[in-house]
């Protein structure tokens, strides 16, 4: 059984505009609906957590299926914000909790988990794919979205944010050790890493899509509705590693009997 809430409703339901970022929800639309079918289910019977969820522009999208979700951040001010445009949207089925991902206990576990650009921000990302797989039943389903350690959108990234992190230089400057505040990037990864580091935690990889090429590196032509959905339509048609980033779908498979909860 699909969800009764089409994808333009989904989309809808997001401030997400940039083509590579509804891109990646037609993504997720499309793993749940194809996790809940197998199932026997719809969308709306799914209990969701989304781990990073910031101001949840992904989470409202998953509100708007009619799904339980629960948005976990550190940030406060991210959570209000979520808050208030759930609020604001009707959406009584969003709960907002400051909590450090990382070690993250609910003493639930969810049909599906989300990580959604949140991997790459985090030093220690074995704890977090702990922390996925504490929450995720067996049979469950985790969808993670990350940039390619090495593909073009990072590598100009990383060029650009490599001068603040001279230690040298700031000391010649007279200032402090840099800080990212968990807003930059700690990790780069290969697909084959990342999905090796989550196998190990019992995800077995299902789907894995390319998100954008190489336009991405200019945030005129990123955002540009022209621009931009052509190099979403290019990556499709590139090798994996060539990529700017992908989206991964992963089914649990947990040691022990199957979990029915």
């Known amino acids: 059984m699909e969800s009764a809430v089409p994808l333009e409703t989904f989309l809808a339901a997001s401030p997400y505009t940039d083509p590579v970022d509804r891109k990646k929800l037609r993504f997720i639309h499309r793993a749940l609906t194809a996790y809940a079918r197998r199932q026997g289910r ?37 959570l209000a914000a979520l808050r208030d445009d ?20 609910l003493g639930a576990r969810f049909d599906v988990v989300i990580a959604s650009e949140v991997f ?12 996925a797989a ?61 999905a090796s580091m989550l196998a190990a935690h019992g995800f077995a990889l ?16 990123r955002r540009s509705p022209l621009w931009g959905t052509l190099d979403c339509w290019l990556a499709d048609r590139v090798p994996h590693g060539m990529a700017s980033g992908w989206y991964l779908a992963l089914v649990h498979r947990a040691a022990g009997p199957p979990d029915r909860g």
């Open 86 to 105: 759930a609020q604001t949207r009707g959406l009584a089925n969003v709960e907002a909790r400051e909590a450090d991902a990382l070690v993250l206990d």
């Open 42 to 78: 719809t969308c709306a019977d799914l209990s969701v957590l989304e781990l990073g969820c910031g101001v949840g522009a992904v989470t409202l999208a998953l509100a708007s299926l009619g799904a339980r979700v629960v948005g976990v951040d550190v940030d406060a001010g991210d």
């Open 134 to 194: 504490r929450h995720c039943r067996d049979g469950g389903l985790l969808v993670v979205t990350t940039p390619n350690g090495y593909g073009p959108w990072e590598t100009v990234n990383s060029l650009k944010l490599a001068p603040r992190r001279w230690r040298w230089l700031r000391r010649i400057l007279g200032k402090p050790a840099h800080d990212g505040r968990g807003r930059e990037h700690e990790q780069r990864y290969t697909r084959g890493r990342l």
């Open 120 to 131: 790459e921000h985090v030093r220690e990302p074995q704890r977090l794919a702990e922390a």
């Open 206 to 221: 299902e789907e894995a899509a390319n998100s954008d090429f190489v336009f991405t590196v200019a945030r005129a032509l």
